[in-house]
């Protein structure tokens, strides 16, 4: 008796196990699939490419008037500042990261909290645009994120115990981490934030699984590049464009992360600012800085480079995403919204320039791009040098435009194979700007300029607006189509198969458009600012849209009399995630 009840019992238990949902961890093949498969979202961008794109057509401009609120998550209501994560979503779970470095887990279908992650801060960090935080990587069992003292941490998806944890770099020094890392053949890839403190903008390759580094490529000419412990060439050759020791502390900042094409085998990283910002210490174009590099994943080095700004006097950081797509013509290409005001469309392979536009209304500081894509300069529109002036504490004053917020800044856009469209977030700012005296001082801030960010006469824009959606066309050239809007546009954007375009404004609103004609087809006011990329899956046959919403980030930091114009919006904190309410055909 007791035997056969044994034999019940395992066999029952076998039963079991053999029905029960099996959940796999996450592979190097699925996250290279990321973009074409529905029930996840496993990198930054939707996909390693960045088009931010969803094959998910259930919500489409049909159906779109029946999204309502599924659920939403507060993050808080102390931590607030503003919220820039683009969630991630595994085995039914979102993964979703909060302002001062806190990363959420909850169920994607009830916005229940499975366990919450605080890293502890320590005094002295020094972000230099909120204290925000871009989202988190999956792999295996792990969900990896960096945090604001320029630490890498790994994280059990289930339990939320750390796993692994490694220092990027010295947060006493002015480094700190914001990207979301994104994974590529196995291995976790980062940048560094901190160009306005002199540090030393690079890209690190760890194993994702150990967290144990495998290379790092410096993006500053003239520093060695690591790889298994050992040297890995210099980038580019020492003072070809950086003059005297300046180098050593030359800025170009990766903040933003990066992107991957499993095609290529390429990672693509922009660069910021070379530091100090004023312009007249540092002739030459002082490479990398204000360009978008593109490193070979298998061996850490740089294949090519792209530079939008040389020589940069504006603090027109490149980091911008650069995102790959197939050309109609079937050319494997990429395409990016400079901060400096031009798009720009290179081949993603080797980098050459195929075609440059504006995408905002107004540009001062270049009068266009010349047949390799480098800036004509207007040099009446370049700050002044300061030692040339009377009393050698200011330069000449110039009102440059775009503002150095950009013409697009943080906020990532997305790409539309089914339209062929870019669909960007940008801004119409000018700013004040000019140049000082300064000296490098570890930890210190490290800029030589002065500023203050100001909106335009709406007779040279076309309207009293600052932000607007628009739907650019690379092949062209042509802004097909705008939706303004009062505040600048700050958070980023999705589009899907459904014929739709999703993005969210300062005001409170997340919106949806039609893909083609940009006429506005739904909103809904969640309570506070959105500055953050929305995202969408499918999960029990239901299709799921997802945005963090709360108000901050650089504007209200650094934006001037923008600043003033928006100071009524509220801060907030939370994660909101939206389906339909009734099916629809």
Request: hydrophobic share 35%; glycine share 14%; net charge positive.
């Amino acid at each position: 008796m007791k035997r056969t009840l044994t034999s019940v019992l395992v066999a029952s238990a076998l039963m079991t196990l053999a029905t029960a949902p099996v959940f796999a961890a996450v592979t190097d093949k699925d996250i290279e699939s990321d973009a074409k498969t529905t029930g996840d979202v496993l990198s930054w961008g939707l996909g390693t490419q960045g088009q931010r794109y969803s094959p998910l057509a259930k919500i489409n401009t049909k159906t779109v008037k029946d999204l309502v609120p599924a659920w939403s998550f507060s993050f808080g209501g102390e931590k607030q500042r503003g919220q820039e994560s683009q969630p991630v979503i595994h085995n039914g779970k979102m993964f979703v990261t909060g302002s001062y470095s806190r990363l959420f887990a909850l169920d994607a279908k009830t916005g229940k909290k499975l366990w919450q992650y605080e890293h502890r801060l320590p005094d002295g960090i020094m972000p230099c645009c909120d204290v925000v935080n871009r989202g988190a990587a999956l792999y295996d069992n792990l969900v990896i994120f960096a945090t604001l003292d320029a630490q890498l941490v790994a994280l059990n998806q289930d339990s939320g115990k750390v796993v692994w944890k490694e220092k990027i770099d010295e947060y006493s020094a002015g480094y700190s981490a914001t990207a979301a890392p994104i994974i590529a053949k196995g291995l976790v890839l980062t940048g560094v934030s901190g160009g306005e403190f002199g540090v030393i903008g690079r890209v690190e390759a760890r194993d994702a699984k150990t967290g144990k580094l495998v290379w790092v490529r410096p993006t500053v000419e003239g520093h060695m590049g690591m790889k298994d412990g050992k040297e890995n060439g210099i980038s580019g050759t020492t003072n070809a464009t950086w003059p005297g020791d300046l180098w050593k502390t030359g800025g170009a900042a990766t903040w933003l992360g990066g992107t991957y094409d499993s095609e290529t085998g390429l990672a693509y990283f922009g660069t910021g600012n070379p530091a100090p910002w004023n312009s007249a210490l540092r002739p030459g174009d002082n490479l990398y800085s204000c360009s978008t590099v593109a490193i070979d994943v298998a061996t850490g080095k740089i294949v090519w480079h792209f530079q939008g700004t040389p020589n940069d006097g504006w603090d027109y950081d490149g980091v911008n995403e650069f995102v790959t797509f197939k050309s109609k013509d079937g050319k494997h290409l990429g395409g990016k919204a400079d901060r400096n005001g031009f798009f720009y469309v290179l081949d993603a392979k080797t980098g050459k320039f195929q075609k440059g536009f504006p995408f905002v209304k107004k540009i001062t500081w270049a009068t266009g791009l010349d047949e390799n894509g480098r800036p004509k300069f207007d040099a009446a529109n370049r700050p002044g040098d300061p030692a040339k002036s009377a009393d050698g504490k200011k330069g000449t004053s110039v009102f440059s435009v775009p503002s150095f917020l950009g013409g697009k800044n943080q906020m990532p856009m997305a790409y539309s194979p089914d339209t062929g469209y870019f669909y960007v977030p940008a801004n119409e700012w000018g700013m004040e700007i000019w140049n000082e005296p300064v000296s490098y001082k570890k930890g210190a801030a490290y800029l030589g300029a002065g500023f203050t960010i100001k909106t335009l006469d709406p007779k040279e824009i076309g309207g009293d607006y600052i932000g607007a959606m628009r739907a650019v066309d690379p092949a062209t050239g042509k802004i097909v189509w705008e939706v303004k809007n009062n505040a600048p546009l700050w958070g980023g954007v999705m589009t899907t198969k459904g014929g739709l375009v999703f993005w969210g404004t300062p005001e409170g609103f997340l919106k949806a458009a039609d893909a083609k004609t940009g006429k506005e087809v739904w909103s809904f006011n969640v309570g506070t600012g959105i500055v953050a990329p929305p995202i969408s899956w499918e999960q029990d046959g239901e299709q799921y849209i997802g945005v963090a919403s709360g108000w901050g980030g650089a504007v209200p930091l650094w934006g001037g009399d923008v600043a003033k114009k928006v100071n009524y919006l509220n801060q907030g904190g939370s994660m909101w995630v939206f389906k339909l309410h009734k099916s629809g055909k």
